[in-house]
């Protein structure tokens, strides 16, 4: 097993730095397009052997430190009793958005095993083939509920923020149940054998600092609490966060994930003392490779070789993004970050 992931998620000394990527399984690859063309994304979520061949796909391509469960951020929707679809080109879609009391009270408490564990059976199924470890993920309470409210991804969040500040009793009791939902889906992963699991809070840098800490924090602080007992590392990750990284942090996480917009030593005087994942602007790997390249060394230089530090974009893979790219990029930060000999 190469474990140079899960010891850089400790902020222990590896021989290179780990380098895996967010979507690192997806439209950029000709092999996933080919089964897309026969199979719904969700039809690929339900099916464990497809979900494994998906998974591990990339593994093999790329030379990357870890796998990522393939899965999507709703799948906990099924549980709670919410019907919804994943629309190309637009993401999830719910068709009777969440916004009145008796909505939020229909929601069913989460049964992973029963409800989800064709998700659980694609993680054992992993694991038994995997060479890499395996992370897991959910999506985090207020990055789901911010869809479950406007019904589709949204920049603004009129509907999410109108909850949030005029009916914060309604608002508490969503976050409430779908941070119960979270922490059980995610025990159940690492019960089924991830070794690492991920929170994508990928709306939250919408917020402004205070709503976040009165609004958002306290469920976070909860949900790291429990995951805490699980014994697997945490990572928390956001985008458009910049403002929001010391809440963050002292909300919970082994690993803050950043995006581009903020440098990474900057971003780590901010979290203090927890690991940190990122951040190359993935648009950059659609221009010319060495742009990329000479972006990544600027990062891994500003990292400088501190323990904790795993290299990743600041969100996911673009489809458009050649393979080669993210092939020579993984090459690139394993030389580059290579111990000298005698050196762990």
Excluded at 61 to 87: C, E, H, N, S
Excluded at 125 to 136: D, H, M, N, Q, S
Excluded at 251 to 268: H, T
Aim: aromatic share 6%; net charge neutral.
């Amino acid at each position: 097993m190469n474990d140079r992931f899960l010891r850089a998620c400790r902020r222990e000394p590896t021989d290179r730095t780990p380098v895996w990527f967010m979507r690192q399984a997806g439209r950029y690859q000709s092999e996933y397009r080919a089964l897309r063309a026969r199979h719904s994304m969700l039809e690929l979520c339900r099916t464990p052997e497809l979900c494994a061949q998906v998974t591990l796909l990339p593994v093999e391509q790329l030379g990357v430190d870890a796998a990522i469960l393939f899965a999507d951020i709703m799948l906990p929707l099924i549980g709670l009793g919410v019907p919804f679809d994943i629309v190309e080109g637009t993401g999830p879609v719910i068709g009777e958005p969440i916004r009145t009391d008796a909505r939020v009270d229909a929601l069913r408490p989460l049964e992973p095993e029963s409800d989800l564990g064709f998700v659980l059976e694609a993680i054992r199924l992993i694991r038994g083939e995997a060479r890499v470890p395996l992370i897991g993920f959910a999506g985090a309470p207020f990055t789901v509920a911010s869809y479950l409210i406007e019904g589709r991804g949204s920049r603004d969040l009129p509907h999410t923020k109108a909850m949030l500040h005029g009916a914060p009793a309604l608002w508490d009791r969503l976050m409430s149940r779908l941070t119960d939902a979270t922490i059980a889906y995610l025990q159940a992963q690492v019960t089924a054998g991830v070794q690492a699991v991920q929170l994508f809070d990928s709306w939250v840098g919408a917020l402004a600092p205070c709503d976040y800490a009165l609004a958002v924090m306290p469920h976070m602080q909860r949900l790291f609490g429990a995951l805490a007992a699980l014994g697997v590392p945490v990572i928390h990750f956001g985008t458009g966060t910049a403002g929001l990284l010391p809440l963050m942090a002292r909300s919970g996480g082994d690993v803050i994930g950043v995006d581009w917009r903020i440098r990474l030593s900057d971003a780590w005087a901010r979290i203090g003392d927890a690991g940190i994942q990122g951040n190359l602007d993935p648009w950059m790997l659609l221009a010319p490779f060495e742009v990329a390249a000479e972006a990544a060394r600027e990062i891994l230089a500003d990292a400088a070789g501190r323990p904790g530090h795993i290299f990743n974009l600041g969100h996911g893979v673009l489809p458009q993004t050649p393979p080669d790219h993210l092939r020579r990029l993984v090459e690139l930060v394993h030389k580059h970050t290579q111990a000298p000999p005698g050196r762990p």
